[in-house]
C-alpha cells in the first residue's frame, strides 16, 4: 500500500531523496515496517488550481499545492513556496523533512508545505495579491491555526502572509494572526522572525568553528542565495568578523578575495539592482561559486545544489546548510568520512521555523514577546538542538545528518506508537 501511495510522489528526484533519507535512517534505527510506511508518504495533499486574473485582463490558471505530512505532533508547520519548479513531489519531500525539524527542536508542530509552480518575479503587485488570496481560498479546507500553519518561504514574504492572514480573517470573521508566521509585526508578526533562519544557521556555524578551534575572524565564507536567508547569513557573518570573499543569486555570483562588504551590497541590492552589479567584487563563474574555497560555505537557495558532479570539488571546512535539502544523498555519501563539518538543513536552517513558534504562541496568547526575549529563547533552543545532534552523532559514531534525522524521525514513531492507529 505505501508503495501504491508513493508512486504519486516518487516522480520528483528531490521526494526520492527524502524517501532515501528516511529509508536509511530506518534502517539504522529497526523501525518498525507500519511506522515506516506510514511516515514515508505525506498524511494528506490537496492539489489546486489557482485562477488569476492578469493586468490586461485574461487569466492564467497556476497549479498549487499544500501537503501535510503528519498531523501527529501538533498542526502541520510550513512554508509556502512560489517557484516555477514547485511540483508534488517537491512539496511532499519539503513537508517530510518539516516533520523532522520540529520534531529535532522539540516544537509542538508537524510537518507541511504549500507552493504554487509559477515564476514571482513575472507577477505584478496585484497579480500576485490575488494568487495569494486565491490559493488561500482554495486550501481553506485543510487551514487553521491548530490544522495547518503557513510561513514564508522562497519566493514569499512578510506581505505573502499578509494577504493570507486577511483573506482567512475575512472567512472567520475576526483578525486571526495565529493563521501564519512570518508575517509583519504590525498585524501580529513577531520581532526577530524574518532574520531567524540566518541567525540560526550562524549560531549553529559558531558552534562548528569553536568544535573546530577556528576563530571567527579567522574564518571566510561563500554563500550561494542572497534572498531571505543568504543575505541574513551574510550580515549575521560580517557583524562577527567572518569574511564572506563569495555570494550567488539567480543572476550570477561575484567574488571578492579581500571580503565582501556586506552592509554596502544589502544596500545595493536593496536599491533593486542585481547582485551581479556590484561595484565592491567581481564576477565569477555561477558554477564555481560552490566550490571557492573558504570556511564555511552555505547554500542558501535551491535544493540538490551539491551533488555527485561537484561534491569532490567543495573546499570548505565547514558546509552549513541554509537551504532546504541542498545534498543529494549521493554527494552526501562521497562527503563521508571526509573533514567536512556538514551542519545538515534540518538543523541548520530550523531558526525560522522555531522563531515560527514563538510568533504562534504569542498570537494565541495575544501576549508580545521583545527581540531581547525572541533572540535569547532562540540561541537556547538551536544550541541545545546542535549539542543533543553532535553528542549522538560521536556516542554513536553517526554522521551529523543521520544523527539529526535519527532525532527527528525516532520522536515523531514514538508519538505515533503512543496514539496508536485510529480507529
Ligand atoms: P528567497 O526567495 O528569499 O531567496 C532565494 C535566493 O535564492 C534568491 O537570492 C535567489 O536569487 C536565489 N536563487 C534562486 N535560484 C538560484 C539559482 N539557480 N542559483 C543561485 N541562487 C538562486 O528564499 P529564502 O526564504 O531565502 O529560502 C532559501 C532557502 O532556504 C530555501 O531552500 C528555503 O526552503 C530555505 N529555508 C527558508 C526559510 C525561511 O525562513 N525563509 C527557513 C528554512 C529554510
Given at each position: 500500500?505505501?508503495?501504491?501511495?508513493?508512486?504519486?510522489?516518487?516522480?520528483?528526484?528531490?521526494?526520492?531523496?527524502?524517501?532515501?533519507?528516511?529509508?536509511?535512517?530506518?534502517?539504522?534505527?529497526?523501525?518498525?515496517?507500519?511506522?515506516?510506511?506510514?511516515?514515508?508518504?505525506?498524511?494528506?495533499?490537496?492539489?489546486?488550481?489557482?485562477?488569476?486574473?492578469?493586468?490586461?485582463?485574461?487569466?492564467?490558471?497556476?497549479?498549487?499545492?499544500?501537503?501535510?505530512?503528519?498531523?501527529?505532533?501538533?498542526?502541520?508547520?510550513?512554508?509556502?513556496?512560489?517557484?516555477?519548479?514547485?511540483?508534488?513531489g517537491e512539496v511532499a519531500a519539503l513537508a517530510m523533512w518539516m516533520s523532522w525539524k520540529c520534531a529535532i527542536m522539540n516544537l509542538p508542530f508537524s510537518g507541511g508545505k504549500g507552493g504554487i509552480s509559477v515564476d514571482p518575479s513575472k507577477?505584478?503587485?496585484?497579480?500576485?495579491?490575488?494568487?495569494?488570496?486565491?490559493?488561500?481560498?482554495?486550501?481553506?479546507?485543510?487551514?487553521?491555526?491548530?490544522?495547518?500553519?503557513?510561513?514564508?518561504?522562497?519566493?514569499?514574504?512578510?506581505?505573502?502572509?499578509?494577504?493570507?492572514?486577511?483573506?482567512?480573517?475575512?472567512?472567520?470573521?475576526?483578525?486571526?494572526?495565529?493563521?501564519?508566521?512570518?508575517?509583519?509585526?504590525?498585524?501580529?508578526?513577531?520581532?526577530?522572525?524574518?532574520?531567524?533562519?540566518?541567525?540560526?544557521?550562524?549560531?549553529?556555524?559558531?558552534?562548528?568553528?569553536?568544535?573546530?578551534?577556528?576563530?571567527?575572524?579567522?574564518?571566510?565564507?561563500?554563500?550561494?542565495?542572497?534572498?531571505?536567508?543568504?543575505?541574513?547569513?551574510?550580515?549575521?557573518?560580517?557583524?562577527?568578523?567572518?569574511?564572506?570573499?563569495?555570494?550567488?543569486?539567480?543572476?550570477?555570483?561575484?567574488?571578492?578575495?579581500?571580503?565582501?562588504?556586506?552592509?554596502?551590497?544589502?544596500?545595493?541590492?536593496?536599491?533593486?539592482?542585481?547582485?551581479?552589479?556590484?561595484?565592491?567584487?567581481?564576477?565569477?563563474?555561477?558554477?564555481?561559486?560552490?566550490?571557492?574555497?573558504?570556511?564555511?560555505?552555505?547554500?542558501?537557495?535551491?535544493?540538490?545544489?551539491?551533488h555527485a558532479g561537484n561534491a569532490a570539488k567543495l573546499r570548505c571546512r565547514v558546509l552549513a546548510e541554509g537551504a532546504n535539502g541542498p545534498t543529494t544523498p549521493e554527494a552526501d555519501a562521497m562527503l563521508a568520512g571526509g573533514d567536512i563539518?556538514?551542519?545538515?538543513?534540518?538543523?541548520?536552517?530550523?531558526?525560522?521555523?522555531?522563531?515560527?513558534?514563538?510568533?504562534?504562541?504569542?498570537?494565541?496568547?495575544?501576549?508580545?514577546?521583545?527581540?531581547?526575549?525572541?533572540?535569547?529563547?532562540?540561541?537556547?533552543?538551536?544550541?541545545?538542538?546542535?549539542?543533543?545532534?553532535?553528542?549522538?552523532?560521536?556516542?554513536?559514531?553517526?554522521?551529523?545528518?543521520?544523527?539529526a534525522l535519527t532525532l527527528g524521525v525516532q520522536k515523531v514513531a514514538r508519538e505515533m506508537t503512543r496514539r496508536g492507529l485510529f480507529p
Open positions: 500500500m505505501a508503495h501504491l501511495v508513493n508512486g504519486l510522489y516518487d516522480t520528483s528526484e528531490t521526494f526520492r531523496m527524502a524517501r532515501k533519507q528516511l529509508d536509511a535512517v530506518a534502517g539504522a534505527v529497526d523501525l518498525h515496517p507500519d511506522l515506516l510506511a506510514r511516515m514515508a508518504a505525506p498524511k494528506r495533499a490537496l492539489l489546486v488550481s489557482v485562477p488569476v486574473r492578469r493586468d490586461d485582463g485574461h487569466i492564467d490558471t497556476f497549479a498549487g499545492y499544500r501537503v501535510q505530512h503528519s498531523l501527529t505532533s501538533g498542526p502541520s508547520k510550513g512554508g509556502l513556496r512560489y517557484h516555477p519548479a514547485v511540483d508534488l507577477l505584478s503587485l496585484g497579480e500576485k495579491e490575488r494568487l495569494t488570496r486565491r490559493y488561500t481560498e482554495e486550501v481553506l479546507s485543510i487551514i487553521g491555526p491548530r490544522q495547518d500553519v503557513m510561513a514564508p518561504d522562497m519566493g514569499t514574504d512578510e506581505q505573502t502572509m499578509a494577504w493570507i492572514m486577511d483573506t482567512y480573517s475575512m472567512k472567520v470573521g475576526y483578525a486571526c494572526p495565529e493563521i501564519v508566521t512570518g508575517k509583519p509585526v504590525e498585524i501580529g508578526g513577531i520581532t526577530g522572525r524574518r532574520e531567524a533562519t540566518g541567525r540560526g544557521v550562524v549560531f549553529c556555524v559558531m558552534q562548528a568553528l569553536d568544535e573546530l578551534g577556528i576563530r571567527p575572524e579567522q574564518a571566510t565564507a561563500v554563500v550561494q542565495g542572497f534572498g531571505n536567508v543568504g543575505s541574513v547569513t551574510c550580515q549575521e557573518l560580517h557583524q562577527r568578523g567572518v569574511k564572506v570573499v563569495a555570494v550567488g543569486d539567480k543572476d550570477g555570483a561575484v567574488a571578492n578575495a579581500a571580503g565582501i562588504d556586506i552592509p554596502a551590497l544589502m544596500r545595493f541590492v536593496a536599491g533593486g539592482q542585481s547582485l551581479v552589479k556590484f561595484p565592491g567584487a567581481g564576477p565569477i563563474a555561477a558554477d564555481d561559486l560552490l566550490s571557492t574555497p573558504c570556511t564555511v560555505l552555505v547554500p542558501a537557495a535551491l535544493e540538490r545544489v551539491i563539518f556538514v551542519i545538515p538543513d534540518v538543523l541548520c536552517n530550523a531558526g525560522g521555523v522555531t522563531v515560527s513558534y514563538f510568533e504562534w504562541v504569542q498570537d494565541l496568547q495575544q501576549f508580545m514577546w521583545s527581540e531581547e526575549q525572541v533572540n535569547q529563547n532562540l540561541a537556547k533552543l538551536m544550541l541545545d538542538a546542535f549539542g543533543r545532534v553532535r553528542a549522538l552523532a560521536k556516542s554513536r559514531n553517526l554522521s551529523n545528518r543521520t544523527a
